[in-house]
C-alpha cells in the first residue's frame, strides 16, 4: 500500500521558487469553510481571503463598506480548515491610514484570523505603511492598477496605466513597493504587456487578475469564476462552470488552466 502524501504547506519561500522555475500560482479568493476544502483539494496555492466578499456575499455596491469584523470573521473561517494554501487576508478600506492602525490591524488579521500575510492597496504611496508592517516581520501583499477602495476617486472600474505616464506610475508603484519590503504584488486591470514588464522587473512574485498571461500567477473572485455573479462579466472573467457542469470540476479546470498557462488568453487580457 502506498504511504498517503500530504503536500507541505505553501510558503513565501514556496511562492519565490515557483517564480524562480516559472511554475504558474494558482489562486482563488475565498471566504469560508466549504470552500477552503475544495480549493485546497483541487490543488489552488494562494488564498485570498479579499474585501471583494463585501460585493458578493453582503451585497454591496463596493468594497467600501467592508468592516474589519467582516475580514476577521471570514479569514478565520478559511483558516480553521486550511491545511496548506498559503492565506492573504485584506485590510478593508480605511483600515491602514497611518502606520501605528495599519499594524494593529494587520496584527489582529494574524492572530484572530489566521491570517499568514494581509494585503493592502495602493502603490508608492503606501511605502511607508509597508516599510512599517515588514519591520514588524508582517508579510505583506501590495495591490496595484486598479484599487477597487479607490473606486469613488477613480471614478469606476476601469484598466489602468494604458497610456505612458500611467504605465510609468505603474512600474514605480511596483518597485516602491519591493523596496518597502512587499512579498507579493497583485495586479488588477492593467495591460498584458505592462504586466509583463511588471513582473520581470520586480523580484517578488505577481499575481494578476485582468493583467494578461505572463504574470507569476492568477486569481479571480471565486463567484466570478463559477458565473454566479449577477452583475455583468468582466472580460477578464471566464466562467469555468459553464463548462463543466460542477464546482468541483470547475474549480480543477480553473487551476490546470493557469498552471499550462491556457487562462487567461488573449480574450481575458486588455
Ligand atoms: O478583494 C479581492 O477579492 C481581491 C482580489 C480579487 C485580488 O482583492
Given at each position: ?73 471570514h479569514a ?91 504605465a510609468a ?69 471566464k466562467d ?31
Amino acid at each position: 500500500m502506498g504511504a498517503e502524501t500530504t503536500p507541505s504547506p505553501v510558503s513565501l519561500a514556496s511562492l519565490q521558487r515557483m517564480k524562480a522555475q516559472g511554475e504558474k500560482i494558482a489562486c482563488l479568493t475565498c471566504y469560508d469553510a466549504s470552500f477552503t476544502r475544495l480549493l485546497e483539494g483541487a490543488g489552488v496555492d494562494l488564498f485570498i481571503v479579499g474585501d471583494s466578499l463585501g460585493m458578493v456575499l453582503k451585497g454591496h455596491e463596493s468594497t467600501v463598506a467592508v468592516t474589519m469584523a467582516d475580514m476577521v470573521y471570514h479569514a478565520a473561517n478559511v483558516a480553521r480548515c486550511g491545511r496548506h494554501a498559503l492565506r492573504v487576508v485584506d485590510l478593508p478600506f480605511m483600515s491602514y491610514a497611518s502606520r501605528d492602525q495599519a499594524l494593529g490591524n494587520a496584527a489582529r488579521l494574524m492572530r484572530e484570523g489566521g491570517a499568514h500575510m494581509v494585503k493592502l492597496e495602493g502603490g508608492t504611496a503606501m511605502a511607508g505603511i509597508v516599510e512599517h508592517l515588514a519591520r514588524h516581520t508582517i508579510p505583506v501583499c501590495g495591490h496595484i492598477g486598479l484599487l477597487p477602495q479607490a473606486v469613488h476617486k477613480l471614478g469606476g472600474y476601469r484598466v489602468q496605466g494604458r497610456d505612458e505616464a500611467g504605465a510609468a506610475a505603474v512600474l514605480a508603484d511596483a518597485r516602491a513597493l519591493e523596496a518597502a519590503g512587499a512579498d507579493l504584488l497583485v495586479l488588477e486591470c492593467i495591460p498584458a504587456e505592462l504586466a509583463a514588464r511588471v513582473t520581470a522587473a520586480v523580484n517578488i512574485p505577481t499575481i494578476g487578475i485582468g493583467a494578461g498571461p505572463s504574470c507569476d500567477g492568477q486569481v479571480l473572485v471565486l463567484y466570478d469564476m463559477l458565473g454566479i455573479t449577477p452583475s455583468r462579466r468582466p472580460k477578464f472573467v471566464k466562467d469555468f462552470l459553464a463548462e463543466t457542469g460542477s464546482v468541483p470540476a470547475a474549480i480543477g479546470a480553473y487551476v490546470r488552466a493557469v498552471k499550462d498557462g491556457s487562462f487567461p488568453g488573449s480574450e481575458h487580457s486588455f
